[in-house]
């Protein structure tokens, strides 16, 4: 049964600290998506990759954050310094990206806590 | 752009109850159209999508969603609530083109069953 998986699954961290977040998308993939959950603000897209380049990171604060995919089984979202604001569950999802009916497969988050 | 919106944030149903959670969506395009659900602690996952094959369509745990154009319409049914049915239900329209399988979410609608 293929997954999407992540990890940490719980990361507690102080202000100012850097954070990675890894993401391996199913085997095949060729598109993911980082989104951040909270209770103000719901489900927000922060980035989208197809074929391991950047489509669209319009989502994300750029001063902070960076997104990238060394190779087609991993992708990372890291966070520099990390802020209280930032406190948030992060989901990553995979798709096969070649056409509009293509679902996403989401992985099961990382829940961040930043002090 | 792509758009859909879900009318009611939280809809509380008895066990055995009918559901109904209402999605309307706007697109320039005939869309693609998706249902995702959110257990707690866990990422969506798909419950059925909508690719223009059939108006009504039947998902996972006897759930099933109509496309009705004429109403931009999409809503989500199920006959007979279970406990188990309580989570987050999102809608979703799929881009299509070059941003095929990037999708838009509804801010989403917390489904309570009580028994």
């Known amino acids: 049964d293929a997954r999407v998986t992540q990890t940490p699954r719980h990361k507690v961290t102080e202000m100012g600290q850097e954070v990675t977040m890894r993401c391996q998308p199913i085997?095949?993939?060729?598109?993911v998506f980082w989104y951040r959950q909270t209770m103000m603000q719901g489900l927000e897209l922060l980035a989208y990759?197809?074929?391991?380049?950047?489509?669209?990171d319009s989502g994300m604060p750029k001063d902070r954050f960076s997104a990238e995919m060394p190779d087609a089984t991993l992708a990372t979202l890291k966070i520099q310094p990390s802020e209280p604001r930032d406190s948030a569950v992060y989901f990553c999802?995979?798709?096969?990206?070649?056409?509009?009916?293509?679902?996403?497969?989401f992985g099961p988050g990382t829940r961040l806590t930043v002090l | 752009a792509q758009s859909v919106t879900q009318l009611g944030s939280h809809v509380s149903v008895s066990e055995g109850a009918l559901v109904l959670l209402r999605c309307n969506y706007s697109?320039?395009?005939?869309?693609?159209l998706f249902w995702y659900v959110q257990y707690p602690n866990q990422g969506l996952q798909l419950l059925l999508k909508?690719?223009?094959?059939?108006?009504l369509v039947k998902g996972i745990n006897g759930f099933e969603a109509e496309f009705k154009k004429s109403e931009t319409s999409f809503h989500l049914t199920k006959p007979s609530a279970h406990m188990s049915d309580a989570a987050e239900y999102f809608c979703?329209?799929?881009?299509?083109?070059?941003?095929?399988?990037?999708?838009?979410f509804g801010d989403g609608t917390t489904l309570t069953v009580k028994p």
């Open positions: 990759f197809r074929n391991r380049a950047p489509l669209d």
């Open positions: 999802a995979s798709g096969l990206g070649l056409a509009g009916y293509n679902e996403q497969f």
């Open positions: 909508y690719t223009s094959a059939a108006t």
């Open positions: 979703a329209v799929s881009d299509q083109g070059t941003n095929a399988g990037k999708s838009t």
């Open positions: 085997l095949g993939h060729n598109t």
């Open positions: 697109s320039s395009v005939p869309p693609y």
